[in-house]
């Protein structure tokens, strides 16, 4: 059975940081690039960020470059998000996803609000 769960969530205040960790399972993780999305509110999920299995490759949508950082720790079947420097529009609910897979996470909701 597939599972990614989101944790990391929360009320975060603008210039603060959080870190989001996915836990997967069910699936042959090291050998998977992993991503993180975001949906804001009355918006389109978009791509935040990308990690390649094995050379830890990373890619970023251009709003989180230089703020955010995706690694991912393949003993422990783990992806993390560090958010930096965050900012209201930042706002959404963050999911982990095995994109070439087709799996997804059931979200976590990041709030940045003073």
């Known amino acids: 059975q597939v599972r990614l769960v989101e944790s990391g969530g929360g009320l975060v205040q603008p210039g603060g940081s959080l870190r989001l960790s996915c836990a997967a399972s069910?699936?042959?993780?090291?050998?998977?690039?992993m991503s993180w999305y975001r949906q804001a509110p009355g918006k389109e999920r978009e791509f935040v960020a990308r990690?390649?299995?094995?050379?830890?490759?990373?890619s970023y949508t251009e709003s989180v470059k230089g703020r955010f950082a995706i690694s991912r720790d393949n003993v422990l079947n783990t992806v993390y998000l560090q958010m930096n420097s965050v900012k209201v529009e930042d706002t959404a609910v963050y999911y982990c996803?095995?994109?070439?897979?087709?799996?997804w996470g059931q979200g976590t909701r990041v709030t940045v609000s003073s």
């Open positions: 990690i390649s299995p094995t050379t830890g490759t990373t």
């Open positions: 996803a095995a994109i070439n897979k087709g799996y």
């Open positions: 069910g699936f042959a993780f090291g050998t998977t690039a």
